[in-house]
């Protein structure tokens, strides 16, 4: 069993920063290939970014490349999402996913059905 718990969301203006964490109670974290997910009201959930076990391969949705980073630290069982230049349209709740089987490739990291473990999400609003 993997326990994810989100932190960093808060109200920002355009333009502005924020660093997303996500904390995982597991013995091995390494074990895990981790990605952010995010869900706007009225939306469906979709990947922002995705990273591999070793941290090694990470992927991106074309609406954030260039402006978040994931990256992940296995020696204290954390992911992080920093996201910068921020606009209105990435308010969303954002959500850590874990998932511990092969993901063979690019898709699959991008298939929620893939992750077997969430987060309970943060709120990111990004508004002046």
């Known amino acids: 069993q993997v326990q994810l718990v989100e932190s960093g969301g808060e109200l920002v203006q355009p333009g502005g920063s924020l660093r997303l964490s996500c904390a995982a109670s597991?013995?091995?974290?390494?074990?895990?290939?981790m990605a952010w997910f995010r869900q706007a009201p009225g939306k469906e959930r979709d990947v922002v970014a995705a990273i591999s076990r070793t941290g090694g391969t990470t992927y991106y949705a074309d609406s954030v490349k260039g402006r978040f980073t994931i990256s992940r630290d296995n020696a204290k069982n954390t992911v992080y999402l920093q996201m910068n230049s921020l606009k209105p349209e990435d308010t969303a709740v954002y959500y850590c996913?874990?998932?511990?089987?092969?993901?063979?490739?690019?898709?699959?990291?991008?298939?929620?059905?893939?992750?077997?473990?969430w987060g309970q999400g943060t709120q990111v609003t990004v508004s002046s």
């Open positions: 996913a874990a998932s511990g089987r092969v993901l063979y490739s690019e898709s699959y990291y991008y298939t929620s059905s893939k992750y077997d473990y």
């Open positions: 597991v013995r091995t974290f390494s074990a895990y290939n």
